[in-house]
């Protein structure tokens, strides 16, 4: 029988990308996309654990599954640390902040 390939491996490698870029919106991103990339590569290796002689591409599962850890870790910290610079500061210094940024760059409101 002809080995086939794990269904979802690059869906999670391109969520874990896409997280990693989006991770520096409030770490939101990339906790979601981490975090689906995460729950569907524990599914493929439970496909995968049923019957292994059936999939050829298990180590790029693996590398899938490191990358959407990462991006998850990195989601909670970025998260984390927006949390905690808003509970120092509040929501107007950082708005304000924000505001002075895009002025510096030529956005205006």
Not at 46 to 54: G, H, L
């Amino acid at each position: 029988m002809e080995q086939q390939k794990l269904p979802n491996v690059t869906i999670i490698i391109v969520l874990s990308i896409l997280g990693f870029v989006c991770c520096c919106f409030a770490g939101l991103p990339g906790i979601l996309l981490g975090g689906i990339g995460l729950f569907l590569a524990q599914k493929d290796e439970k496909t995968y654990r049923a019957n292994p002689e059936d999939y050829s591409n298990y180590s790029t599962l693996k590398t899938a599954k490191i990358i959407a850890i990462v991006v998850l870790v990195l989601g909670i910290i970025y998260f984390l640390m927006t949390a905690w610079s808003i509970y120092n500061t509040g929501w107007d210094a950082q708005m304000e902040q924000s505001r002075q940024i895009l002025e510096q760059w030529g956005i205006e409101e």
